[in-house]
């Protein structure tokens, strides 16, 4: 991990279960091809995502954290880290390929499953969350997006949320079932 650029003022610095927003590409470092540019995709926007949970490769999630909006970095990440034996041929990357990739992070924010998103969505503090509590709680997210959804996308979110994240199948979302961050407020 190289950083590249450092902000005088380095606050909040970001960690496991953050929601940033960053610009990244990556390039193959066996040839230096380009095989993903962030300010191409989503009309230049940059993208959003929780850290350390998995929506990108490990590799990111390691190398971005502790990084301050403002921040530039550019790391090297080992096949093992990436995409391994297996490559990436959508993203057209060859097996056992070594990447490096340039960030630029601009925020920072808490992430959807911080503890006060958790009270938030625990109307009866049982520090449970039913299904009645998540099904209104995104009701209220769909309706502050504005997004035109299929009433069918309600249920399946739903479902799917449970699927994820209810490991005893009791119905319902403990609060160490829902923290994935493992806060101890909890």
Same mark, same amino acid.
């Given at each position: 991990?190289?950083?590249?650029?450092?902000?005088? /003022?380095?606050?909040?610095?970001?960690?496991?279960?953050?929601?940033?927003?960053? @610009?990244?590409?990556?390039?193959?470092?066996?040839?230096?091809?380009?095989?993903?540019? $962030?300010?191409?995709?989503? !009309?230049? @926007?940059?993208?959003?995502? /929780?850290?350390?949970?998995?929506?990108?490769? *490990?590799?990111?999630?390691?190398?971005?954290?502790?990084?301050?909006?403002?921040?530039?970095?550019?790391?090297?990440?080992?096949? $093992?880290?990436?995409?391994?034996?297996?490559?990436? %041929?959508?993203?057209?990357?060859?097996?056992?390929?070594?990447?490096?990739?340039?960030?630029?992070?601009?925020?920072?924010?808490?992430?959807?499953?911080? /503890?006060? %998103?958790?009270?938030?969505?625990?109307?009866?503090?049982? *520090?449970?969350? $039913?299904?009645?509590?998540?099904?209104?709680?995104?009701?209220?997210?769909? %309706?502050?997006?504005?997004?035109?959804?299929?009433?069918?996308?309600?249920?399946?979110?739903?479902?799917?949320?449970?699927?994820?994240?209810? @490991?005893?199948?009791?119905?319902?979302?403990? %609060?160490? !079932?829902?923290?994935?961050?493992?806060?101890? !407020?909890?």
């Amino acid at each position: 991990i190289e950083v590249v650029q450092l902000p005088e /003022v380095c606050s909040p610095k970001s960690k496991k279960g953050d929601l940033l927003n960053a @610009h990244y590409d990556g390039f193959l470092a066996s040839d230096g091809s380009k095989f993903y540019c $962030s300010r191409t995709q989503n !009309e230049g @926007h940059p993208k959003w995502f /929780v850290l350390g949970v998995g929506q990108v490769i *490990k590799g990111l999630d390691i190398a971005m954290m502790n990084m301050c909006p403002g921040e530039k970095r550019k790391v090297i990440i080992p096949p $093992s880290l990436a995409y391994g034996q297996q490559g990436y %041929a959508q993203g057209k990357i060859p097996p056992n390929a070594t990447l490096i990739f340039e960030i630029e992070l601009y925020a920072v924010n808490k992430g959807p499953r911080s /503890v006060e %998103a958790f009270h938030q969505i625990d109307k009866d503090s049982d *520090k449970k969350l $039913s299904q009645l509590e998540i099904s209104q709680y995104l009701k209220e997210e769909f %309706a502050r997006d504005g997004k035109k959804r299929h009433p069918s996308a309600h249920d399946e979110i739903l479902a799917d949320i449970f699927k994820k994240n209810d @490991h005893d199948g009791d119905g319902f979302i403990s %609060a160490k !079932e829902y923290n994935v961050y493992q806060h101890d !407020e909890l």
